[in-house]
Nanobody, 115 residues
Framework: QVQLVESGGDLVQPGGSLRLSCATFGFTFTNYYMNWVRQAPGKGLEWVSSINPKGDGTGYADSVKGRFTISKDNAKNTLYLQMASLKPEDTAVYYC????????WGQGTQVTVSS
């Protein structure tokens, strides 16, 4: 069955770094765009970043550009989000999603940026 499993969320201080992972199962990882989406407390969903199937094309929301890096390891069927210079505004549940259609979602992983 198609499944996405996020991990790596944690409590981190402002200015800190964190790497999120999304392990994927049940589909051909190299055939799909992959995305990170987040939802902050009391706010709606916000697109964070996307990466093309090969892994050589990326896009970022202005709010995270220059601080976050999306990548993927096709051999491991795993998506990553490297987050640096974290801000309290980055506090959110982060979801891994499949394709431009966001047709599959993971369970989410909580990132809390606080001193």
């Amino acid at each position: 069955q198609v499944q996405l499993v996020e991990s790596g969320g944690d409590l981190v201080q402002p200015g800190g770094s964190l790497r999120l992972s999304c392990a994927t199962f049940g589909f051909t990882f190299t055939n799909y765009y992959m995305n990170w989406v987040r939802q902050a407390p009391g706010k709606g969903l916000e697109w964070v970043s996307s990466i093309n199937p090969k892994g050589d094309g990326t896009g970022y929301a202005d709010s995270v550009k220059g601080r976050f890096t999306i990548s993927k390891d096709n051999a491991k069927n795993t998506l990553y989000l490297q987050m640096a210079s974290l801000k309290p505004e980055d506090t959110a549940v982060y979801y891994c999603t499949r394709s431009f259609h966001y047709d599959v979602w993971g369970q989410g992983t909580q990132v809390t940026v606080s001193s």
